[in-house]
């Protein structure tokens, strides 16, 4: 999507003046939405440092990350042993988005056949297929979920549509596009009226820094809110449709999702609101049923709850202390909202239903591989 006008994909690879690779470029989402700044992955480690540090961080990316993490350890040491090192290490990362695992086991099974010599170009090649495999996945996406959002625009006899989004699933998140705001860039650029309701997401408030960013620098109307402001607006009609990420969806069709998710998924049910999750096909886990019993919460720093970063009027960044010093928090990074909520899943091959029927059915080569 474009930033100040350029395209720009949140993941690419660097060359030097002859072509060759040299490394691969990131945007610093931390640094987000005060300033837009660049880094180099170089090493392993770069990589492990950056999902970990959430420089880069969203389902998708992490997985294009990581991928790349593998390319860039096989440099040095194209070894069975330095394989293993990189995907052990890379997958200790994040613990909640299984596309980290499924991009890992994507490249295992790319390179641990190949003989050492080979094995740097074949990872390189393979990282850059997930890249864009990635891009058309989401692009297929948007496209099945622009027929919901038109819809609901020719009801509304062309009043605007205001759709309701939780976290990032944005462009950011991914390589390009985004999940959830696919659908919502290609109505925008297709001349339908879309309005975004872009809930802040505390406590890294990836809604208000990094949604709010994207769908400003992309000209989508959009307004941040508290997190505690959907099912107000839901109860007064303002809300058409939610459409959310997910970080990974059971073979029941269980979604996990950050923080929160699962409260507006009540407060949507409870008002008849249609509640949207939209994923592409390496976000489901066909190995866990249950999400609330089988899917691990990641638990992130205290630090990120008890306080909040921003500019000053000055225009400094700050981090200031927001509870009381000694006051024990709890940070839990994910919540599940049950198969039963979810009006639909907005995939690459079209909406389907929540369930392990309409699953299996549509991704029956992934379904059988887990059984
Ligand atoms: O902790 P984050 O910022 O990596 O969490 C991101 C989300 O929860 C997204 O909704 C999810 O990864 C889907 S991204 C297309």
Same mark, same amino acid.
């Given at each position: 999507m474009?930033v100040?006008?350029k395209n720009t994909r949140t993941i690419w690879v660097e060359s030097?003046?002859?072509n060759?690779a040299t490394c691969v470029g990131v945007i610093d989402?931390?640094?987000?939405?005060?300033?837009?700044?660049t880094i180099k992955l170089k090493?392993?480690?770069?990589a492990?440092?950056a999902?970990?540090?959430?420089?880069v961080?969203?389902?998708?990316l992490?997985?294009a990350a990581?991928a790349y993490?593998?390319w860039l350890?096989?440099?040095?040491?194209?070894?069975?042993?330095?394989?293993?090192?990189?995907?052990?290490?890379?997958?200790?990362?994040?613990?909640?988005?299984?596309?980290?695992?499924?991009?890992?086991?994507?490249?295992?099974?790319?390179?641990?056949?190949?003989?050492?010599?080979?094995?740097?170009?074949?990872?390189f090649?393979?990282a850059g297929?997930i890249a864009e495999?990635d891009i058309?996945?989401?692009?297929?996406?948007?496209?099945?979920?622009?027929?919901?959002?038109?819809?609901?625009?020719?009801?509304?006899?062309?009043?605007?549509?205001?759709?309701?989004?939780?976290?990032?699933?944005?462009w950011l %998140?991914t390589v390009d596009?985004?999940?959830?705001?696919?659908?919502?860039?290609?109505?925008?650029?297709?001349?339908? %009226?879309?309005?975004?309701?872009?809930?802040?997401?505390?406590?890294?408030?990836?809604?208000?820094?990094?949604?709010?960013?994207?769908?400003?620098?992309?000209?989508?109307?959009?307004?941040?809110?508290?997190?505690?402001?959907?099912?107000?607006?839901?109860?007064?009609?303002?809300?058409?449709?939610?459409?959310?990420?997910?970080?990974?969806?059971?073979?029941?069709?269980?979604?996990?999702?950050?923080?929160?998710?699962?409260?507006?998924?009540?407060?949507?049910?409870?008002?008849?609101?249609?509640?949207?999750?939209?994923?592409?096909?390496?976000?489901?886990?066909?190995?866990?049923?249950?999400?609330?019993?089988?899917?691990?919460?990641?638990?992130?720093?205290?630090?990120?709850?008890?306080?909040?970063?921003?500019?000053?009027?000055?225009?400094?960044?700050?981090?200031?202390?927001?509870?009381?010093?000694?006051?024990?928090?709890?940070?839990?990074?994910?919540?599940?909202?049950?198969?039963?909520?979810?009006?639909?899943?907005?995939?690459?091959?079209?909406?389907?239903?929540?369930?392990?029927?309409?699953? %299996?059915?549509?991704?029956?080569?992934?379904?059988?591989?887990?059984?």
């Amino acid at each position: 999507m474009k930033v100040d006008g350029k395209n720009t994909r949140t993941i690419w690879v660097e060359s030097d003046g002859a072509n060759n690779a040299t490394c691969v470029g990131v945007i610093d989402q931390t640094l987000l939405p005060h300033r837009f700044a660049t880094i180099k992955l170089k090493t392993l480690e770069d990589a492990v440092r950056a999902i970990q540090s959430m420089q880069v961080r969203g389902a998708p990316l992490i997985g294009a990350a990581a991928a790349y993490g593998v390319w860039l350890a096989l440099r040095t040491d194209a070894s069975d042993e330095n394989l293993e090192r990189a995907y052990t290490a890379l997958l200790a990362t994040r613990p909640t988005a299984i596309n980290l695992q499924w991009a890992l086991d994507q490249m295992l099974a790319a390179v641990r056949n190949r003989p050492r010599a080979e094995r740097v170009a074949t990872a390189f090649k393979r990282a850059g297929e997930i890249a864009e495999e990635d891009i058309a996945i989401n692009q297929a996406i948007g496209r099945h979920g622009l027929k919901l959002i038109e819809a609901i625009a020719a009801r509304k006899k062309g009043e605007r549509v205001n759709v309701l989004t939780h976290c990032n699933a944005g462009w950011l %998140a991914t390589v390009d596009w985004g999940t959830a705001t696919a659908p919502i860039y290609l109505a925008h650029d297709k001349g339908v %009226a879309v309005h975004v309701f872009a809930d802040e997401t505390r406590p890294r408030n990836q809604g208000a820094s990094l949604t709010a960013w994207e769908l400003g620098h992309h000209g989508v109307p959009h307004t941040v809110i508290p997190d505690n402001t959907g099912g107000h607006l839901m109860q007064h009609g303002l809300v058409d449709l939610v459409i959310v990420g997910t970080d990974r969806v059971t073979a029941q069709g269980d979604v996990c999702n950050k923080i929160g998710t699962y409260l507006k998924a009540l407060a949507a049910h409870d008002n008849r609101v249609p509640f949207y999750v939209a994923l592409p096909s390496p976000t489901i886990d066909f190995s866990v049923s249950d999400g609330l019993s089988e899917i691990p919460i990641e638990q992130r720093s205290p630090d990120e709850v008890a306080t909040v970063t921003g500019k000053t009027k000055d225009g400094r960044i700050e981090t200031v202390q927001v509870v009381p010093d000694g006051s024990p928090v709890a940070n839990y990074g994910f919540d599940v909202t049950p198969a039963r909520l979810v009006t639909g899943l907005i995939t690459e091959r079209g909406v389907i239903a929540a369930t392990r029927e309409a699953l %299996a059915a549509a991704f029956p080569e992934r379904a059988k591989l887990a059984i």
